[in-house]
């Protein structure tokens, strides 16, 4: 079975500029997750969505930030316009409808490494 | 005030010794996930833990819940190079929502 797959896996781009991040989650995975994960630290949640729906974006910097899952399939990110403060791994994570007892795991890919000078 | 603490941040030992990496939280959990992360690579679920007082073992990894409910521990025995990452802790809050520690960063030496 294919992971999560995530693009590009490394961005280097300078402040006040755009960039997008491209996740393909497990084929069938309802639930579709954005995670910053900055240099010594947990991932932090962004956006959550189920199918084509957002869950919760609670936690998203919606000033700058967007994101999409158009068809329910696979989701982009954007950064419009990117801070120092950015510089991070963004983390894409899929997981299924979760049914009654089963386990919530969450499958994520390798991650693109977004740098902002 | 950080939901999970993870204690220590680092860690730096030679192979075959053992460790203990600890998950402490002010409030009652329900469950707790561990997980592992590689450099250059997403975490991977190690284990689900939900029994206050729980112990699951993989391998040469003992993972314990504590009678409280507040706390985890990750026990390694005869550490491994191949064991060597940053291993978190998570508990789901609202919804389906992971929060995750901080980690503690391993590193063990050949």
């Known amino acids: 079975e294919a992971g999560v797959a995530q693009s590009p896996r490394y961005k280097i781009i300078e402040k006040r500029q755009s960039v997008a991040f491209w996740c393909n989650p497990i084929?069938?995975?309802?639930?579709l997750y954005w995670y910053q994960q900055i240099l010594g630290q947990g991932p932090k949640l962004l956006i959550q969505f189920q199918n084509n729906g957002v869950v919760d974006d609670s936690q998203l910097p919606k000033d700058r930030f967007s994101a999409e899952r158009l068809k329910g399939v696979d989701s982009t990110l954007k950064i419009q316009p990117a801070k120092l403060e950015d510089s991070a791994v963004y983390l894409c994570?899929?997981?299924?409808?979760?049914?009654?007892?089963?386990?919530?795991?969450?499958?994520f890919g390798p991650g693109t490494r977004l740098t902002v000078t | 005030t950080q939901l999970l603490e993870q204690s220590p941040q680092f860690l730096s030992i030679q192979e075959g010794e053992n460790l203990t990496v600890y998950c402490n939280s002010s409030s009652v959990f329900s469950s707790l996930q561990w997980y592992r992360q590689e450099p250059g690579e997403g975490p991977v679920l190690l284990v689900t833990?939900?029994?206050?007082?729980e112990v699951k073992k993989l391998k040469r990894l003992t993972f314990q819940f504590g009678d409280a409910r507040k706390d985890s521990s990750l026990h390694i025995t005869a550490a491994q190079p191949g064991d060597t990452g940053l291993y978190l802790c998570a508990l789901k809050t609202s919804g389906s929502r992971l929060t995750f520690g901080e980690g503690t960063q391993l590193t063990v030496n050949p």
């Open positions: 994570a899929s997981s299924p409808l979760r049914r009654a007892g089963a386990s919530y795991e969450q499958y």
């Open positions: 084929s069938g995975h309802a639930t």
């Open positions: 833990v939900v029994t206050g007082g």
